[in-house]
């Protein structure tokens, strides 16, 4: 079992910066990714940026240059980073983890989530 505990996140104004972070517990060892995703009203939850064990990164298209996602603390904290926000970042963030390849998918935990509000 892994918990994820996120934080961060809450009203920013477009074109600002946030930072969200997860914090890992339990079998972090065997965790092969970590990653973000996020579910705007209405919408279907989408990957958003994971890292991998060995350090590397992946990145939805749609974030790609504005959003870095990090580790720290031997993989126990991911963090996004999110720059040059737009109103359609709004969403509930979600960090999760998975075991198993792919990164993008089918991943095996999941945090409770944090709202992150985008205002024009």
């Known amino acids: 079992q892994v918990q994820l505990v996120e934080s961060g996140g809450g009203l920013v104004q477009a074109g600002g910066s946030t930072r969200l972070s997860c914090a890992a517990s339990g079998r972090t060892l065997s965790t092969y990714a970590m990653g973000w995703f996020r579910q705007a009203p209405g919408k279907e939850r989408e990957f958003v940026a994971a890292?991998?064990?060995?350090?590397?990164?992946y990145y939805a298209d749609s974030v790609k240059g504005r959003f870095t996602i990090s580790a720290h603390n031997a993989k126990t904290i991911v963090d996004l980073q999110m720059n040059s926000l737009k109103l359609e970042d709004t969403a509930v963030y979600y960090c999760?983890?998975?075991?198993?390849?792919?990164?993008?998918?089918?991943?095996?935990?999941w945090g409770q989530g944090t709202q992150v509000t985008v205002s024009s």
């Open positions: 999760a983890a998975t075991m198993r390849p792919p990164v993008v998918s089918g991943y095996d935990y």
């Open positions: 890292i991998r064990t060995e350090g590397s990164t």
